[in-house]
């Protein structure tokens, strides 16, 4: 998650429980890469609008207070754009393509319009389920991060709480030592 952190200077550490892990702190802080010159991933955020009460104090949190760079048609769309082509440079552009299935999603023609693109671009895919529903067929595959799963886990989180969570597990197993 470096680009959550643009001020901290973050490494990585290998595990070692010997006496050599001071040692290997302090290589590892005289190598650091501070966060600012890491990129931010461009994260395209396809969902139904349906769900939009739901994800959006969790895309506002991302936003705020991670500085994640999220599209999301709701509100990165200018007024007065084409959706389709909106919506193809930003599949086109993103590192990372999350995917919301839901109830909602399951029926939603622009859903599987974005899935299916991201799939054919070979993007970096990963899906959150919101309600257990099953993301479009060709995107079962991959392993999602399951909303009520977690709640289910960890009863202490709120709904929204768990969206943001479920998110930033998301966000987090694609980086590499983030």
Do not use: Y
């Not at 991060?145 to 202490?156: E, G, I, N, T, Y």
């Amino acid at each position: 998650l470096l680009w959550a952190f643009p001020e901290a200077d973050c490494v990585g550490i290998e595990a070692d429980t010997g006496p050599l892990l001071w040692s290997q702190v302090e290589e590892a802080v005289a190598q650091a890469v501070p966060a600012s010159q890491v990129d931010r991933p461009r994260v395209f955020l396809s969902h139904s609008v349906r769900d939009e009460e739901m994800l959006f104090p969790a895309i506002e949190a991302l936003r705020e207070h991670f500085g994640l760079e999220l599209f999301v048609c709701a509100d990165s769309i200018p007024s007065g754009s084409g959706w389709h082509e909106q919506i193809r440079r930003q599949v086109e552009a993103c590192d990372l393509f999350l995917f919301v299935s839901s109830a909602a999603a399951a029926s939603s023609s622009f859903c599987a319009f974005e899935a299916g693109m991201a799939f054919a671009l070979n993007k970096a895919i990963h899906v959150l389920s919101l309600d257990g529903t099953l993301p479009p067929l060709h995107l079962q595959s991959i392993q999602a991060v399951d909303v009520q799963r977690l709640q289910a886990r960890k009863p202490w989180l709120t709904h929204s709480d768990a969206i943001l969570e479920a998110c930033l597990t998301t966000l987090s197993s694609t980086q590499q030592g983030g």
